[in-house]
């Protein structure tokens, strides 16, 4: 199978693919106009020995700037025999980083990526169509821009985008992902006004609903490959993405998106390291080829090949990742998304257990102290800019500060795939202050493996409901927690484990626990938290279970 080569060529950080004798100089510079009058300078790649104008065009929308190192693989797909277009979006063209990346790039007043799909599909060098790739922050226009359905537009290439910035990428559980943010506006927006504007936007409001391609999926009108990988720190916005436009598209996208999600980090395949591991072996190479060759060459060239025929969703059931026996590690497909699994509650016991039966024994309040000096370090999981993947917590779950519950070890491997949540009954003596869940798989040897992880807010839902009675301190509050999704066998002999604590710095923002309104006045305090287990609070984490050993507890195509 070539998908990883094809991914790696074209997609990711290579160069190997372009031939020796060429250096990478476009065959020229356009300024294409936007509807404002704004130009964007656009490099263009022909083809060679091509005849002008017979060719379909590639475009690649980039809030890095067009001159960024040559990691998108333009000169071979120049060389497979098609116009390549690199473009600045308007915040690369803004040295001093007082414009906020992706602002023109969709369905509203300014619509950038549409002006550049009509302008190169009308120009003397293209024959018309237009397909566009790319990931990460090229993955994100791309995603803008399909609402604003330009009819130029064929087909789409997308991997590891945030479907809604808001909910994928900035605010997650209603507290702000420091690291990642940060890293992002000090590639694209290093003004410190911007910093300040983003911070100020702590709810979702009409500013965050024009960059929520989840809600105008029914504009949408192109076929897309959506691709991610389980400790992406988009991985949930990959998954919604495809889930929206495949049931919600319009004409042209409804039931033509692929998904795929494998073993991988935001930056696979640059390395084969998966946080303390290597990438399973077979977790480099899907089942069913839909590299970025073949769907370019069905839609922009019309060529019979199949990819559109291949399943609709892909994904990898991770294992143990040392390489011990289990039945993970290995591909499925799906005809859609969620696939079938029962929703499956473990609770959390006074003896810090998890059971699947609900406990009959007496209630229990295990407190902490969350100290905002002294957060929970982050270790591992799905991250932007911090070390990504898979790695060993038990430093962290040793502290004070972290409650954990454990199973007792599985007698059969346990297959989950789907959305992992939780619910945690949770009183503090401060009106705002985190609960943070960690998920892991405890090996034989002691080890507890990171899987996913979730925050929330208590602050934001108090003040969501500013208007309303607010909870009165050291009230048992219901949390929920979204973990997102993941798929995970837990083999026999391994347990699954949950830890509580306040804090996961600095993958989020930690909270100072004075409100809100106060987070960034310097003021702090400590909280005195606590979660509620038994008795009539039933805290518990739900795993979507699709197998128990050999028996697929759910109804299931043949995997």
């Known amino acids: 199978m070539i998908f990883l080569r094809a991914i790696c060529l074209f997609l990711i950080f290579s160069g190997s693919f372009v031939a020796a004798s060429d250096d990478l100089t476009p065959n020229f510079t356009v300024m294409i106009p936007m509807r404002d009058g704004v130009e964007l300078p656009t490099d263009v790649y022909l083809p060679p020995k091509a005849e002008v104008g017979s060719c379909p065009c590639v475009l690649m929308r980039s809030p890095a700037g067009r001159r960024a190192p040559p990691w998108l693989g333009y000169a071979a797909l120049a060389q497979l025999g098609y116009v390549v277009a690199l473009q600045d979006t308007r915040s690369a063209l803004d040295h001093e980083g007082k414009t906020l990346p992706y602002l023109s790039d969709g369905w509203g007043v300014h619509q950038d990526g549409y002006d550049a799909v009509e302008w190169l599909a009308k120009s003397a060098f293209t024959n018309g169509k237009v397909g566009t790739i790319g990931f990460s922050a090229v993955g994100i226009t791309q995603l803008l821009m399909a609402p604003s359905a330009p009819p130029s537009l064929k087909c789409q290439y997308i991997g590891v985008a945030a479907g809604s910035l808001y909910h994928h990428g900035i605010f997650v559980g209603g507290q702000i992902l420091k690291n990642q943010v940060e890293g992002w506006l000090g590639l694209y927006a290093k003004d410190p006004g911007m910093a300040g504007f983003v911070l100020n936007q702590p709810f979702y409001n009409d500013f965050w609903e024009s960059l929520d391609t989840l809600r105008v999926a029914d504009r949408v009108q192109v076929p897309a490959v959506h691709y991610g990988g389980w400790y992406d720190t988009f991985v949930q916005g990959t998954i919604d993405a495809f889930v929206s436009r495949q049931e919600r598209g319009g004409p042209g996208a409804k039931g033509k998106q692929k998904l795929l999600i494998g073993p991988w980090t935001h930056y696979w395949p640059v390395s084969s390291r998966l946080g303390d591991f290597d990438i399973p072996a077979d977790g480099e190479n899907p089942p069913v080829d839909v590299s970025l060759n073949r769907w370019l060459d069905h839609y922009l060239k019309e060529e019979d090949n199949g990819v559109d025929k291949t399943p609709s969703v ?53 407190p902490y102290i969350y100290d905002p000096h002294n957060p929970v370090p982050t270790i591992g999981g799905r991250n932007l800019f911090l070390e990504a993947g898979p790695k060993d917590v038990q430093k962290i779950e040793k502290r004070d500060d972290v409650i954990v519950f454990t199973t007792e070890p599985f007698q059969d491997d346990i297959e989950i795939t789907g959305r ?140």
């Open 314 to 366: 892909m994904y990898y059931v991770m294992g143990p990742f040392d390489g011990s026996p289990s039945s993970g590690n290995c591909w499925r497909t799906a005809d859609s998304w969620p696939v079938p699994a029962v929703e499956t509650a473990f609770y959390l016991t006074a003896d810090q257990k998890l059971v699947e039966s609900k406990p009959n024994l007496q209630g229990k309040v295990f």
């Open 420 to 559: 992992v949540t939780a619910k945690l009954y949770f009183s503090s003596d401060q009106r705002d202050t985190d609960v943070v869940l960690r998920l892991t798989d405890v090996y034989p040897d002691g080890r507890s493996i990171l899987i996913a992880d979730s925050i929330y807010r208590t602050g934001y839902t108090d003040c969501l409901n500013c208007g309303e009675e607010k909870p009165s301190l050291d009230q048992v509050l219901e949390v929920d927690l979204d973990l997102w999704s993941t798929s995970l066998v837990f083999a026999k002999g391994h347990s699954m484990r949950i830890s509580v604590t306040s804090s996961n710095y600095p993958r989020f923002e930690k909270n100072p626990n004075v409100g809100i309104i106060g987070s960034h006045s310097g003021n702090f305090a400590i909280a005195k938290n606590n979660v509620h287990v038994g008795g009539e609070n039933l805290s518990h984490i739900t795993i979507p279970v699709v197998r128990r050993g050999q028996k697929w507890v759910a109804e299931k195509e043949n995997p």
